[in-house]
Structures are given as structure tokens and as C-alpha cells.
């Protein structure tokens, strides 16, 4: 597999260092251009939290389209070492911040800001994208008010939940990539 590289904006072209081993997967170009097609009007002046983040690779495709700062957040000492590397490299350091951490532990506490997106692309197939949204749906100050959480999972994860806080409002297939799109609640759920 090639390294990933950054698509558009002012690191274009740009590949990243991918973390050694084989505890992360990287986006790949397609889907990472189809959400970032998506997002396009919105992503200037945007704030992130990337939780599981890898090689950074979305967090830093965003920040070279724009956005105003990416909080990134991995467990793995060699994820954050290559964000870190990769983040220095792109020179966006100054507008990132990046976290060694448990993102449930990070998504318990109460939030000290919040994002417009919020991106969660854990490990696959072991439900650890629903429990990262369990701990939002508990903390949803996390999300700015108009923010959108995007989850990236194999489609064969994918299972309907409801949320208190969020609602699903699309969901994306892109080959074994899938995208879920939740917003805030407009209403509360009617039990």
C-alpha cells in the first residue's frame, strides 16, 4: 500500500509518513477526496478533533484546505510520534495540537472547546466506533452545535443505533470504506 498524501490545498501532493506496524489504516484517496468533496465550503476556518488519528492524514488534509486547528488524539506512542513527524513536515504544527491518550478517556472529560467536525476512525471490528459515540452521546458538548461527527468503518461494522444527542443523517459507501454522517438532535427522541 502507497504511503497517503495530502489531495488538495497548500501541502498538496504532500505523502505522509505512515506509522510502522500495523495497528492503523489509513484512508484512502478516494474516500478521503469524496468526504473531503462533501465537507469543501465548510472546511476554511473549521475546527477538528481527530480521535484514532493515525498518520494524521485527515486532520492534516484539513488543516492544508484551511482549517483553523486539529486536536489529534491516538493511543500508540508510534501514531503520535508520526502525526507529530508529519504535522512538522507539512509545517502545521502551529495550528495542531496532538494528544497521547485514550480517546474514551478524552471524550469522558468535560470538553474544554468544541469542534465543527469530529472524525473517528478506530480499529476495525471491535465496536469501538459506537462506543466512542456512547461516550459523545454522554458528553455532546464536544460538537459545536451546527458540527457534524464522521465515523469510518468497514460496512460490514455498520449497525443502527440511536443516540439521545446525535442523529445519523447519511451514511456513504465507498468499495470497504464506509462514512456515517450524525448532526446534534434538532428534537428529543419520543419514547
Do not use: C
Not at 477538528?48 to 488524539?73: H, K, Q
Request: proline share 6%.
Amino acid at each position: 500500500m502507497t504511503s497517503p498524501r495530502i489531495i488538495a490545498g497548500s501541502a498538496k501532493g504532500y505523502r505522509l509518513k505512515d506509522v510502522p506496524g500495523d495497528t492503523t489504516r489509513p484512508i484512502t484517496d478516494r474516500v478521503k477526496e469524496a468526504l473531503f468533496s462533501i465537507l469543501a465550503a465548510d472546511i476554511p476556518e473549521s475546527t477538528w478533533l481527530d480521535l484514532f488519528a493515525g498518520t494524521g492524514s485527515v486532520g492534516i488534509e484539513a488543516l492544508s484546505r484551511s482549517a483553523n486547528f486539529v486536536r489529534f488524539v491516538d493511543i500508540h506512542r508510534q501514531a503520535v510520534e508520526t502525526v507529530q513527524y508529519n504535522l512538522a513536515h507539512t509545517r502545521f504544527t502551529e495550528k495542531a495540537q496532538v494528544v497521547r491518550a485514550d480517546a474514551f478517556s478524552i471524550l469522558r472529560q468535560p470538553p474544554d472547546r468544541s469542534f465543527e467536525y469530529i472524525y473517528i476512525a478506530p480499529p476495525q471490528y471491535k465496536d469501538l466506533w459506537i462506543r466512542a459515540l456512547q461516550a459523545l452521546d454522554q458528553n455532546p458538548g464536544w460538537l459545536s452545535p451546527d458540527g457534524w461527527i464522521i465515523v469510518q468503518i468497514d460496512p460490514i461494522e455498520y449497525q443502527d443505533h440511536t443516540y439521545l444527542s446525535f442523529n445519523e443523517f447519511e451514511k456513504r459507501r465507498y468499495g470497504n470504506t464506509m462514512l456515517l454522517f450524525y448532526e446534534h438532535r434538532g428534537q428529543p427522541i419520543q419514547e
